[in-house]
């Protein structure tokens, strides 16, 4: 189990706004721009820096180094100088004695604006040409001569929405002076370099001088991947330049109005299938609404085309992704980072050609498992046949037709609510997908008392990576988990971290920490080996902090051990090394081995439809997942549940809107529905498939953040389906997310 959950129920876990307040702290607040797109004419700061209590109000021409905070593209200020390209901009940092001030202040700055024309939508962006990067495209086989061979061709068009992360704890850093003019945050992001890297680049000053601390985030799911970055850069200027700690929490408000969601993205496919349902041919275009600047649009897009064909073998594929610039907030990294996208458009694509043929999706998705000896379309083998085993053990421990009969039977007596039943398979590649990232780093103290403090680049942010990390420490020493400590995550004790992200943290940050431990371990060993006299053929091993010769306990425990060693002046600190092996991408071919393994499972879900008020519930989700060897079976579970509900929301509840002129209209809770307990599925089972291993990943564990929101997507097709049963012969076209209001207008129009 997460320890950390105790403290959260006590209260008594800290986060950013929790810290205890230096003395002279200085408030920040963020004025940012009213309008999505315009020339700023002028502004006039005078009323608010007359008002007591202002200490200053900070603006580009301010910056001492580059107002440059573009991580993948150099395309995004820091603090807008003459034009701003989305509501939430930031324009200027107010100082002020409290945050009160601050707040008064922001609405006394008087600025005037030459309005520009405004696109939000990605289409229309796509026609003007505002792209973020050029289209790049994706293909195997050979995609115009396939459509002859199909029996069955459908073409459609789908979309899906944006996401809010809505994380419990909003953005925010607080920054201090250190000597000689370096600076030191607190900050809550999932990327601790990203942020050094910035705020040296900002103030001017080498990375040495930036120390970025993180305790633990009170959520992130992506959006504190790129855009913690700019709070915590904010927060290091103000500071650098008045000479006070600066601290900058975004209230709610102000955090949904200025940073990034899911990206939106609307797509064209056309898919092919012979007679005996295999999927010959798959051509699908992406349109991502990016915003207003890149930040990690291209890498999200990019995943999008690895998952363009989710978990299925297709031998001739096209696959085309477009960035398209609008005057929004840039979207951003969001649990799956374009995968879920990806995957939602073929499973539309399979739900129509089945509609076409009055078949169910499920006939052609089986079919098209991608199995051992396939290859997915951008070149990796597949990893083994675990799409198709966690499909058949679905089947047989769920009783599919079971299932199926119980559905007819309870639509053949309703006629206003009809149950409808859909199977999503999933399959997610495990890998930052630019290879570089694919690294990490440990540093592990043993100290004379035998505990044990442990350092990684990993963040804590709910989903139990200090525990399983922990875990990893002490089974490979053999030593009692309480004697371990992990610390916060620091980027002067682990350098040049990658982001907590994909997926990997565990992975990444857990081989390091096995790396680390195990050359302690040898030490230590090797110091006993010597004390005793042995030789080679003698063995030696930690058990339960018993040192054990030739399988006989000796008089060595942990303590006596490590005390020892000490004395004789033995090494009891390792920094160790893990880069994940055998993996690269070739972007001249679009072809390599990018990940360095694929997370598989199953899920059926059944919903049933009120036809007569267009409310739906969700009856069950019932899924096989293969979680290799888990090392935490309560995180583990805990992530799959929390990922499928945050997919339901995504695909049912959660509607991300703007208006036409660029303005978050969905700006509160009451506007943006997230799932509660009513909205989640009345059961969710989740089975973990037995025996699986994973070579790749600490003591044979697999990722686990991720995979399980795609399940959500599952959802979608089940109230569809439910829908269908009520008006055959219906064509619906129901962009994502399917809200009740939705699902009513569809059924009566
Ligand atoms: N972040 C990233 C990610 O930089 N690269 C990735 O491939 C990725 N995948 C999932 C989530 N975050
Ligand atoms: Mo991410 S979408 O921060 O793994």
Redesign the pocket.
Known sequence: MNSDVIKHVRGESLFVNDFPILEGTVFAKIFSSSIAHGKIISINFEKALQLPGIISIITAKDIPGENQIGGIIQDESLLAENEVNFIGEPIALILAKTSEIANKASKLIEIEYKELEAVVDPRKAFEKNLLIMPPKTFESGKIDEAWAACETIIEGKVESGGQEHLYLETQGAIASLTEDGGIKLISSTQSPTAVQRTAARILNIPMNKVEVDVLRLGGAF?GK?DQATHWAVLAALGAHIIKKPVKLILSRIDDLFMTGKRHPYSSDYKIGLSSDLKILAYEVTYYQNAGAVAD?SP??L??TLFHATNAYYIPNVKATAISCRTNLPPNT?F???G?PQGKFVIEAAIHKAAESLTITASEIQKKNLITENDSFYYGQKADDSKAVICWKKAEEKYQINKLKKEIADFNKENHLLKKGFSVMPICFGI????SF?NQASALIHIYTDGSIGVSTAAVEMGQGVNEKIKSIVAKTFSVNINRIKIEPTNTTRIANT??T???SGADLNGNAAINASKNILKRLLDFVRNELGLTKNDSIELKEEVVYVNNRKTEFDWEMLVGKAYFNRINLSSHAFYSTPEIYFDRNINKGNPFAYHVYGTAFTCATVDCLRGTYEIDYVKIIHDFGKSIDYKIDLGQAEGGLVQGIGWMTLEEVRYSDSGKLLSNSLSTYKIPDIYSAPKIIEVDFLSDSENRFGPLKSKAIG?PPLMYGIGVYFAILNAMKDFRPGKNFNISAPITPEKVLMSLYN
């Not at 890998?431 to 630019?434: D, G, I, K, V």
């Open positions: 992506g991947e990690l890498a999200i990019e995943r990294a649990r799956g980072f995968g890998s930052f997908t630019s990232l990658s982001a992200a994909a997926s991720e």
